[in-house]
């Protein structure tokens, strides 16, 4: 899954694509995005290791793309760069409270924009439908199924309101599937902040408008981390940093993303693996190999919980914990699972 790192120039977008990937902005894709590897924290994952001391050790990733800033100055050049960000199935706006913009402003703004961006892909092809359902053509009643399938999507845009929250029927969900609109993706509200004290009660305003909020000194803490390690203890006290946020920001963004983890665990290699909530277990077949999924035969599953709690396989079978399910089953977070296939 790749997570969009988006909003306008000057927010410091790069600074928090390099604290949370530990890749340093590439000034020749300023205009392309960058994209970069994040390590999930997982404590279950770390003591499942802990336990199993398997050979190799595979946590769970998420790509992060550092996407081209919004002009504030110039809007022509923006419709290029959301149509970069489309291809992101969550987003992350970072809004720099150092540069003196209000953060509700600047959500709001940019939530504005991600409209207008929608409405325009919604409106393109209702007038071109509107054309072709008076010819005499032989997909002429699925053109209009369609078109009236997306009239209501464009009445809710031209409102000011997003598609985050509507509950799209099978037909408007087929109809804008390949569109991957903005408005309808998860998206998390990240304050850069310049010191590391904070006012809480403007992330409890940005909640209040239905936007997820979180607060870092996002700079701050990359400065600790390029320090040698014997003087960062030091420069965190004087800074006021009390924990780092490294984590919790990887956390948020995780949770935003609407995924859940599973496991597969063995003497050889100990893996933590992304699914989308309310998959299947055929899905989590799919997603460790095709060939899994093409020859399912069974998954055999247990939670990761029981086995850090009973310390064995064998204890959570004696216990009765251990269950074998078809491939319909729906993986719960946390799910320690054997596919058992035959190609």
Same mark, same amino acid.
């Given at each position: 899954m790749k997570v969009g790192l988006v909003g306008y120039q000057g927010g410091g977008k790069s600074t928090v694509f390099e604290l949370l990937t530990g890749v340093p902005p590439d000034p020749s894709k300023a205009y392309t995005g960058q994209v970069g590897v994040a390590v999930v924290p997982?404590? #279950?994952? *770390? !003591?499942?290791?802990?336990?199993?001391?398997?050979?190799?050790?595979? @946590?769970?990733?998420?790509? &992060?793309?550092?996407?081209?800033?919004?002009?504030?100055?110039?809007?022509?050049?923006?419709?290029?760069?959301?149509?970069?960000?489309?291809?992101?199935?969550?987003?992350?706006?970072?809004?720099?409270?150092?540069?003196?913009?209000?953060?509700?402003?600047?959500?709001k703004r940019f939530e504005e924009d991600l409209i207008l961006a929608d409405l325009q892909v919604?409106?393109?092809?209702?007038?071109?439908?509107?054309?072709?359902?008076?010819?005499? #053509?032989? *997909? !002429?009643?699925?053109?209009?199924?369609?078109?009236?399938?997306?009239? @209501?999507?464009?009445?809710? &845009?031209?409102?000011?309101e997003t598609l985050r929250d509507w509950q799209f029927t099978e037909q408007q969900d087929q109809a804008v599937r390949s569109f991957a609109l903005l408005t309808r993706k998860k998206q998390l509200v990240l304050i850069n902040t310049a010191e590391s004290q904070f006012d809480s009660s403007v992330l409890a305003e940005l909640q209040s408008h239905g936007l997820r909020a979180v607060a870092a000194p996002v700079g701050l803490e990359l400065e600790l981390l390029q320090l040698p390690e014997d003087e960062r203890a030091e420069f965190a006290a004087e800074m006021g940093l009390t924990e780092p946020c490294r984590e919790r920001l990887l956390r948020a963004?995780?949770?935003?993303?609407?995924?859940?983890?599973?496991?597969?665990?063995t003497e050889k290699e100990a893996r933590a693996w992304l699914l989308k909530r309310?998959?299947?277990?055929l899905d989590a077949a799919a997603a460790i190999h095709t060939d899994l999924a093409r020859g399912f035969i069974r998954a055999e599953v247990m939670s990761a919980d029981d086995l850090l709690r009973l310390g064995s396989e064998r204890e959570v079978k004696a216990a009765g914990l251990h269950h074998v399910e078809g491939k319909d089953y729906v993986v719960q977070d946390g799910d320690e699972i054997l596919i058992r296939f035959n190609v």
């Open positions: 997982d404590e #279950r994952f *770390d !003591r499942l290791v802990e336990l199993l001391r398997p050979r190799k050790v595979t @946590p769970a990733k998420i790509e &992060l793309f550092d996407t081209p800033g919004l002009s504030r100055e110039d809007s022509s050049v923006n419709a290029q760069r959301l149509a970069i960000i489309r291809e992101c199935a969550a987003l992350v706006q970072v809004i720099g409270t150092f540069a003196g913009w209000d953060p509700l402003e600047e959500a919604v409106s393109n092809r209702i007038e071109r439908l509107k054309k072709d359902v008076v010819k005499a #053509r032989p *997909d !002429r009643d699925d053109l209009a199924a369609e078109l009236e399938a997306l009239q @209501p999507l464009a009445e809710t &845009l031209e409102q000011g963004i995780f949770e935003v993303t609407d995924q859940i983890t599973f496991y597969t665990c309310g998959a299947t277990a």
